[in-house]
């Protein structure tokens, strides 16, 4: 998208200054809006920019999105309708807590031909070594994303263990302690075997070691007058692929 040709007198570039503190972080660390407003304005006059504008959001978690904080929001509309050339903080974290906020703010700052700078990480979107700073935070994002999901296996791992259900919904093979598929919000309790469908299962070990895939296990089952009693319906490698997916990850949790 095109910038918005108008300018101050002087042509220098125009950029809206954002803070954030919460009460917890300004007690704690002393991170003030006057402190971090002082530090934008000498970041201004020492590269000769414009500090035209200044928003603030006072007492908000930097956890809460950026469209959704009321100072940050005004700042992004300056610099979309090109009334500014830029968004400028005194730290990353100042604009979110999330990198892959950060992320998306800078996606939105090439888009729409405007520059984000942060004083403390040196990130200028306009300069090659902030878009270095760009790729670094791009590899943090995904380790973030990698993390989190190692804690969500390992902890739904420790769940099978304990013999309960993984989710909602009762694993094939299972019954909850009532005799249902599905768990009742808050239930904890350990499944139970369910004799018919535990009897499928070791079919489907036999035929799965034997090499068999999932169409071909379907296609067994179903000449073998093997019905699936959970549901009722024909054996169809996606129904027998379900099974055999959740039955591995089972099987990998309790190794």
């Not at 991170?31 to 200044?54: G, K, P, V, W």
């Not at 405007?114 to 990480?121: D, G, K, M, Q, Y």
């Amino acid at each position: 998208m095109a910038r918005n040709k108008k300018s101050t007198k002087s042509g220098r570039l125009r950029l809206v200054g954002y803070a954030r503190v919460s009460t917890e972080e300004q007690a704690r660390e002393g991170i003030s809006m006057h402190a971090q407003r002082e530090r934008l304005e000498a970041y201004c006059t020492a590269h000769n920019y414009d500090l035209i504008a200044f928003e603030t959001d006072n007492g908000v978690s930097g956890k809460i999105p950026p469209a959704k904080r009321p100072g940050l929001a005004r700042a992004l509309a300056l610099v979309s309708k090109g009334e500014a050339d830029g968004l400028l903080a005194l730290k990353l974290d100042r604009l979110s807590r999330r990198t892959r906020d950060v992320l998306d703010l800078v996606d939105d700052s090439r888009r729409g031909g405007w520059r984000l700078i942060s004083v403390s990480e040196q990130l200028d979107t306009g300069s090659a070594a902030g878009r270095l700073v760009v790729t670094v935070l791009a590899a943090l994002a995904e380790m973030e994303r990698e993390q989190a999901a190692e804690r969500t296996r390992f902890a739904l791992d420790a769940i099978a263990r304990q013999g309960r259900a993984r989710s909602r919904f009762v694993p094939f093979g299972y019954r909850t302690a009532a005799g249902g598929t599905e768990q009742t919000k808050g239930d904890r309790k350990a499944m139970v075997p369910y004799p018919a469908e535990q009897r499928v299962l070791r079919r489907l070990r036999k035929l799965r070691k034997k090499g068999m895939g999932a169409r071909t296990i379907a296609r067994a089952l179903e000449a073998e007058g093997l019905k699936n009693p959970r549901s009722g319906s024909p054996w169809t490698p996606s129904n027998v692929g379900s099974i055999l997916r959740t039955l591995e990850r089972r099987d990998e949790a309790l190794a």
